[in-house]
């Protein structure tokens, strides 16, 4: 009878009066995995950080292998026997593989301070073969991608012989090989009779690994049972509490031949190649392509971020030869960036300041020296707020780094939408966002595609772009590959296209 | 870990509100009153209330910087300079054994006096030759900061170094003495019952405020403060909004350069060569972040009071011969550090709603 | 919030009312006569002498005094005087910055009625009253020169002279300046054109700049410091180039300085100085509190008196008379004594 290796029991925690987690119960038998899903929001990560020592939890216990577990800090949990594997990898980027891995206690000559260097990278050799990771140990972290410094992480918990592995999110940077490498580790280690704790939106991912399941939904434990009993509907529907019928609302599509954004072979060296093509009015237009393809690169150049040597950009027939951020709003061009956090919101400001940081010399005569309309841009704000059902505190109070992903990109969203945007640009809008949010997301993209606003959509995720829009452009090596209309949508022949080398 | 769970329990919300430095001000004073009796005399609160006036003009001007992210260290070297030239202008007389050697000698002032001493429109000009000179000092540094890109420490140290450089070099050390007695009423003097550098101060907060509270430019200061890049992103000019702190920062300190020139009845070339301390202390105590995005008009009336008071009660004091600076850093440190306790506090109440 | 605010209520509350007590309170014990001692920092054997010759005196005859130090900073100095003025002192000994702020400062003292006196450093001039001790720097700087120049003239060559000038916002740089250059120019024919090596009065300032000066003409042989405390930077520089030598070496310099401290004077023991101008540190503390403890028996308010101290050369010749006139010789005594 495998023992119990994590018993929860009751745990509870609250914030400002917002509960988090409702008496949660869980188990986790050793040797087993545990696929745990949840919206954002719903709890799961205050539950990882309560057992990661981060934060405190308000009432109930823990149970780590029969003793009680009552971690006070991160340092705790790392004593006990808890290995966290986390979307933001906690490596030293300047010091090389073997010293990260053995950070915490270097191998060192008998009785000396001084380190073992042979025997360090000895260890970390065989370390690295474990996790499949053939690399040097004398290799600075920096050099490493994403996802070999996720195997360093895997590797560093073997090294400590955690007892309990929780993985976080950890294919979102990760290339498709570099997943099945991922789950080729895992596998070893579940054979190992390693306890793991596996934390994913992908939720066919999340199939694939466990051995048991449990949904979290606004703070309480919904579901929990073996893997058998699930299948990704269900996982949807008891994250969400509602069947969600279609992921993709459908629209009317009756793009008009007006072109709103015309691109002419647009050509920066090292990054884009001869781009041409056009958006037209109520119009979606995807634009996929593997990471570093030039899709997010292409657009930072349109928007002015970015500088070109080459070719011509036009909005609403307007020659835009040298575009700004400042020209191109202007021209009621609006961009969605990919990276919320660093270039879309204001994290230490509030949801209404972020809301309308665009709009404020709407609101007043003198431009930037006059006065903000509080009374206007209040009422704005709250109407944008509500009409993207942003869930949050006071909108003038609330600060946009307590919010959950989806909200604070929709926040982002919002804020553009208060420009009454002719052309807007949306750079991966659903990344790290749970379910119920990215439905929002859709809908609102496409009453705006049906008001008349040309959008420009681009996604890492071939589903989305097949959902949403009418046509795909597909880029490789900064070079435009191919263009598919919704009619031909191929999975197989765009992502053929996404791969082929240049030409 | 366990000290700020201790502080939770305290009465929470005087700890992280806006008026806890007022509070400590107001505690430390009724301590100080309990030694020291005359501490509440209306003579030493006039006293120490002028010397709140042209601090805080500084501070407001040093917080406009700070909010940007930056940090303006020349304040004080263009208090210095622009209190010379001030004084080249208006000046009503020169001892010639003093100024005989000095280059401008005979070209801007000579022994009947400075450039348009016995005018009129001396003391009006001078004070427009202070303040301009402050703004383009002021200009200068923005642009490196901004358009080359340099660092604000390195920047304004520099600017620090050669201004006051500057002034001691234009004056071969000499004070300027015979200012006009209309000038020196602007520092001393008072409309009716009001000090008129009360009237200077509170009319350049009330700006101050106005601007940051209300005004879209304000929002791009603070915009600028916390992300830049969100800030350009969204079409801000970052630019300009940056080199528009830094001069409103020299603006401030040409006010406070009228401030003290007229207090000491002089253009002196070492004006303010101790004050950069009391300045950034002051802002730091009131909880104006050192990492920008952060600040208000009430923060830096609250830390300079403060720091006021703290000078005011160590001047009493029979310990300090070489103490003074060494308590001063020391409140400062214990300001800093409990403004991390306090941040922390906040942040750890909101860790989870929601973080991937 | 509400707490805070009944919580900041109450404080302001309590503030007011304390400074209405505070207002009517008279806080000054009993008849006892406090003085207010306001100086910068205490950098040479002068200047610490001075503050232990009026500190200890004035103490023990029984009066309060308030000692600050403002750290050469004008500005503080402004404050902590007007500081003092609130606390209805009887009396101010001031050694200010420069000239002008002690104009300024006495001016305030003026306006409140409260009797001043200025210690050794003047104001620039004598728009307002105050009761001034300055010592005839010019008078002690050329007596003190011209027995140097006797000296040099049984040499027989013409002499390379530099002086190590002062801080010239400091009224006494100038005048020991021109106390040199008169006794200089009453022999043309004896000296080449000084050399005038500006020290600031900072002691690194004045090693980085007198080696400077003699790298340019090591040939100096006759050399006046505008300061006793800046001899040790004479010899620093001196003695590497061999030319720190007692009288009667050949390459002695004539070496001499102004103020009296004890360094000086063990020098001069050793026939290293040939002689030093000497401000009477005892009389003028002595004069100044003299002064303003009559004009605060006789109840004025703004006394004005400008005492001058004649001083005096001491030199190899007149050594063993007045050596017990110099403070500096008084307080080696003392210490040995002790």
Redesign the interface.
Same mark, same amino acid.
């Given at each position: 009878m495998a023992e119990c290796a994590l018993k929860i029991r009751d745990i509870s925690k609250s914030f400002f009066g917002i509960q988090a987690l409702r008496e949660v119960n869980l188990d986790v038998r050793e040797g087993q995995t545990l696929g745990l899903i949840g919206e954002n929001g719903a709890g799961k990560s205050t539950l990882m950080n309560i057992l990661g020592g981060v934060i405190a939890l308000d009432g109930g216990a823990i149970r780590l292998f029969g003793d009680k577990y009552y971690p006070a800090c991160p340092a705790d949990a790392t004593r006990a026997g808890i290995a966290f594997i986390h979307q933001e990898l906690n490596l030293f980027g300047n010091l090389s593989i073997a010293d990260n891995l053995f950070i915490d206690r270097f191998p060192q000559f008998r009785r000396s301070p001084l380190i073992d260097k042979r025997s360090t990278y000895n260890q970390a050799d065989v370390l690295l073969s474990s996790v499949d990771l053939r690399l040097p140990p004398q290799t600075p972290v920096e050099l490493l991608t994403p996802g070999e410094k996720q195997l360093v992480e895997i590797a560093k918990a073997m090294r400590r012989e955690s007892r309990i592995i929780i993985f976080d999110e950890p294919t979102t940077s990760l290339t498709a090989a570099e997943r099945s490498r991922l789950f080729a580790i895992i596998k070893k280690l579940q054979d190992q009779g390693q306890t793991i704790i596996y934390i994913s939106h992908t939720l066919e991912d999340v199939l694939r690994v466990s051995d048991t399941i449990a949904v979290l939904r606004d703070g309480c434990l919904v579901s929990a049972g073996p893997r058998d009993e699930y299948s990704v509907n269900k996982m949807i529907s008891d994250m969400v509490g509602r069947k969600i019928e279609q992921m993709y609302p459908t629209r009317d599509t009756c793009l008009e031949a007006k072109p709103l954004l015309e691109v002419q072979s647009l050509t920066q060296p090292g990054i884009v190649r001869d781009i041409t093509f056009q958006l037209h009015k109520k119009e979606v237009l995807g634009i996929f392509g593997l990471m570093g393809s030039g899709r997010s690169e292409l657009v930072r150049i349109i928007f002015g971020l970015d500088p070109f040597s080459a070719g011509k950009i036009r909005l609403n027939t307007v020659n835009i030869p040298k575009p700004s951020p400042a020209l191109n709003i202007r021209h009621a061009l609006a961009f969605v960036t990919e990276n919320r956090r660093e270039e879309g919101l204001l994290m230490e400001a509030s949801v209404m300041e972020n809301l309308n940081l665009l709009t404020l010399g709407k609101c007043s005569k003198l431009g930037p020296m006059g006065l903000i309309d509080r009374m206007k841009t209040t009422k704005c704000t709250q109407q944008m707020s509500k009409q993207l059902n942003i869930k949050s505190g006071p909108i003038q109070k609330h600060q946009a780094k307590n919010l959950s992903g989806g909200n604070q990109q929709k926040v982002v969203l919002g804020k553009w939408l208060l420009t009454d945007p002719v052309v807007l640009i949306l750079d991966e809008p659903t990344r790290g966002i749970d379910v119920g949010a990215k439905v929002e997301i859709y809908r609102i993209i496409n009453q705006l595609a049906e008001k008349g606003t040309g959008i420009l959509y681009i996604s890492s995720e071939l589903d989305e772009l097949m959902g949403m829009c009418d046509r795909i452009l597909v880029m490789s090596n900064g070079r435009l590959k191919a263009e598919f209309q919704r009619d031909d949508y191929d999975q197989e022949a765009i992502l053929q296209a996404a791969f082929s080398a240049s030409n | 870990?366990k000290m700020y769970r201790i502080l939770l329990r305290w009465?929470e919300?005087?700890v992280l +509100?806006d008026?806890f430095v007022?509070?400590l001000t107001?505690?430390y004073?009724?301590l100080i %009153?309990a030694i020291y009796?005359?501490?509440?005399?209306?003579?030493?609160?006039?006293?120490l209330l +002028?010397?709140v006036w042209p601090l805080l003009a500084l501070v407001i001007g040093q917080m406009f910087v700070l909010i940007v992210g930056g940090i303006d260290l020349s304040q004080t070297s263009i208090m210095a300079v622009t209190s010379v030239l001030g004084a080249m202008v208006m000046a009503m007389r020169f001892?010639p054994?003093k100024f005989q050697h000095n280059p401008l000698w005979g070209v801007i002032f000579s022994e009947q006096g400075g450039w348009l001493a016995g005018h009129s429109s001396a003391v009006p000009a001078a004070i427009f030759v202070m303040l301009a000179i402050g703004m383009g000092i002021g200009f200068l540094n923005g642009l490196a900061v901004a358009k080359l890109r340099m660092p604000p420490f390195m920047v304004t140290l520099v600017a620090m170094s050669f201004f006051s450089g500057l002034a001691i070099y234009l004056t /071969?050390?000499?004070?300027i003495?015979h200012l006009p007695a209309s000038f020196i009423a602007i520092g001393k003097g008072a409309v009716g019952p009001i000090p008129s550098a009360l009237l200077i101060v509170v009319s350049l907060a009330a700006v101050a405020f106005?601007i940051l509270n209300? +005004?879209?430019?304000g929002? %791009?200061f603070?915009?600028v403060g !916390?992300?830049i890049?969100?800030?350009?992103? +969204?079409?801000?000019?970052t630019d300009r909004v940056v080199i528009l702190a830094y001069v409103f920062s020299g603006f401030c300190a040409g006010i406070g350069s009228i401030l003290?020139s007229a207090?000491?009845?002089?253009g /002196?070339p070492?004006?303010?060569?101790?004050?950069l301390l009391d300045v950034i202390g002051a802002a730091v105590i009131g909880g104006i972040s050192l990492f920008g995005?952060?600040g208000k008009v009430l923060w830096a009336v609250y830390g300079v009071l403060f720091f006021v008071v703290l000078?005011?009660s160590l001047?009493?004091m029979?310990i300090?011969?070489?103490s003074?600076?060494i308590i001063k850093g020391c409140v400062i440190l214990m300001a800093a550090l409990l403004d991390a306790l306090r941040t922390r506090i906040a942040a750890? !109440?909101?860790?989870?709603?929601?973080?991937? | 919030m509400e707490n805070a605010k009944r919580f900041i209520l109450f404080i302001l509350l309590g503030v007011v009312l304390l400074t209405y007590a505070g207002c009517s309170r008279k806080d000054k014990p009993s008849d006892q006569i406090t003085i207010c001692f306001a100086f910068q920092d205490l950098e040479t054997e002068y200047w610490v002498a001075a503050h232990k010759a009026i500190t200890e005196t004035l103490r023990a005859r029984n009066i309060r005094v308030l000692e600050r130090n403002a750290h050469q900073d004008a500005n503080r100095q402004l404050e902590q005087i007007r500081d003092a003025i609130a606390q209805d002192v009887d009396g101010i000994i001031m050694i200010p910055q420069d000239g002008e702020s002690a104009v300024t400062i006495i001016g305030e003292a003026n306006q409140a009625g409260i009797p001043i006196g200025v210690f050794n450093r003047p104001p620039a001039d004598r728009s307002k009253p105050a009761l001034v001790v300055v010592a005839d720097n010019e008078r002690i700087a050329e007596e003190a020169v011209a027995y140097m120049a006797e000296a040099a003239q049984k040499l027989n060559r013409k002499m390379t002279p530099l002086i190590l000038v002062g801080d010239l916002g400091d009224q006494n740089s100038i005048e020991r300046k021109n106390g040199f250059y008169k006794a200089i120019n009453a022999h043309p024919d004896l000296f080449k054109e000084p050399i005038e090596v500006p020290t600031k009065w900072d002691a690194v300032t004045t090693l980085a700049n007198l080696e400077a000066a003699l790298q340019v003409e090591p040939r100096v042989d006759f050399l006046f410091t505008s300061s006793d405390f800046l001899y040790p930077q004479v010899k620093a520089v001196l003695e590497p180039l061999g030319k720190w030598k007692p009288i009667g070496d050949p390459a002695h310099v004539i070496l001499g300085g102004l103020d009296g401290d004890s360094a000086a004077y063990t020098l001069m023991k050793e026939g290293y100085v040939d002689a030093t101008g000497v401000q009477d540190l005892f009389f003028e503390a002595d004069a100044i509190m003299e002064a303003l403890l009559d004009a605060i028996e006789k109840g004025q308010s703004t006394p004005e008196k400008w005492i001058q101290d004649p001083g005096f050369a001491l030199t190899q010749e007149n050594m063993a008379e007045r050596e017990m006139d110099m403070w500096g010789y008084r307080i080696l005594k003392a210490e040995a004594g002790s």
């Open positions: - | 870990m009465p919300k005087v +509100s008026h007022l509070v107001a505690l004073f009724l %009153w009796p005359h501490m509440a005399g209306h003579r030493n609160l006039a006293n +002028s010397n001892d054994a /071969r050390s000499e004070n003495m106005v209300r +005004s879209v430019l929002r %791009w603070y915009a !916390q992300n890049r969100t800030a350009s992103v +969204s079409g801000i000019p003290y207090r000491l009845e002089a /002196r070492t004006l303010g060569r101790n004050l995005g952060k000078d005011n001047n009493k029979p300090e011969f070489y003074i600076d750890n !109440q909101v860790i989870a709603v929601g973080a991937a | -």
